[in-house]
């Protein structure tokens, strides 16, 4: 058993585990996990603990939920693994649920709950409902729930061909994209510099659900020398083409060329081009360097579940809600439940753009 994926500053890390078969789907296989989940939460103080795995593994998928962990979210294609695609699905404890598991957890494993052979009286899942019933306490899901695909449709995925013709891709570089009303342009920051710090400071209502907005030029100044050399996330700048003004950033980040995932993020619309075909064309230029340029298979997009105007522009560019991560980060003060989206390569969802206006842009 092990803990990956730590991030103290948001409270969240993830749990790993294999079990031999002298503990396998014994009392002392619930009892390991629950004094690592006591650990997380009661001494740590930890906000949020992570299950993940194969969608095709029923007897962890079985364990995680058994124990209390919420299935948050699926994961299509996410992984490349021994020359298969893997479909990988998600759960979690955040401290609100804690209290419930902690509580059957402790009275399923109580001497009084095994008979003579050893075999329990009463079930750890029945035990839970019944405590959350007597407790008045719910028992949290996620909604809108997220996907779910069988087993054996993502065994048929596994096997397909594209798994074992994979090859490592390239990871994005700084190349200029241009459409008919956007062009992205690598960050530069005497080109960009002032007049998208002007472009911030303008609008700083569109910051709500990113960081805080530099306060000065000389703050902004620091952040711009850090953006411009990073490689992941990887800055573009939008230029408004009728104008010819900064209307915006974006990045790709969290790049994976090995397994050809890749995330949009840190977006930032001015009024220029949000809610117009100048911000569609900005998403398709980007979606077509990943599938078309750089030959990736997934395109991620992920926001803070209250963002709807984020949510809402994820779908009707094409990506598919694949769940969400509750607890996932602090921000602000505040804690964010963030939601994630994919855009499935052979559909052609995204090359559907080539100008003009949507109806929701009229």
Known sequence: MRFHHIVPENGTLELGLYFSDMINKTPGGTEAIYLLAKHVFDDL?????????????????????????????????????????????????????WGLIKKSSEKWLEPQNFDENGCQK????????????????????????????????????AKSTLGATWTTKQPPQHVTMEGKFVILEP????????????????????????????????????????????????????????????????????????????????????????????????????????????????????CDRRNVPSKNAAIRFGFSYEGIFRNYRVRKSSSMDYGGGYTNPHDGSMNDYKGGRSEDER
């Open 45 to 97: 103080g930890y906000r949020r603990l992570e299950w993940s795995c194969d969608n095709r593994n029923e007897a962890s998928k079985h364990c995680a939920t058994r124990f209390g962990f919420v299935y948050e979210a699926l994961f299509h294609q996410e992984k490349i693994a021994k020359q298969e695609l893997k479909d990988v699905c998600y759960y979690s404890i955040i401290d609100e649920d």
């Open 122 to 157: 009463e079930k750890l899942l029945d035990l839970r409902k019944r405590l959350a019933v007597e407790s008045h306490i719910p028992i949290n899901t996620v909604v809108p729930p997220p996907p779910v695909f069988s087993s054996e449709e993502s065994e048929i995925l």
């Open 187 to 302: 960050l530069n920051i005497q080109r960009h510099g002032d007049d998208l710090f002007k472009a911030c400071m303008e609008e700083p209502q569109r910051f709500s659900y990113l960081p805080e907005t530099p306060q000065d030029r000389q703050e902004f100044q620091a952040w711009l020398e850090k953006v411009q050399i990073s490689k992941d996330p990887l800055y573009f700048v939008i230029i408004d083409k009728s104008t010819g003004k900064v209307a915006g950033r974006q990045t790709f980040l969290r790049i994976r060329p090995d397994e050809g995932v890749i995330e949009i993020g840190h977006i930032f619309w001015t009024s220029l081009i949000a809610r117009k075909p100048a911000a569609t064309e900005a998403m398709y230029l980007f979606a077509k360097h990943v599938f078309e340029d750089l030959r990736y298979r997934r395109l991620e997009w992920k």
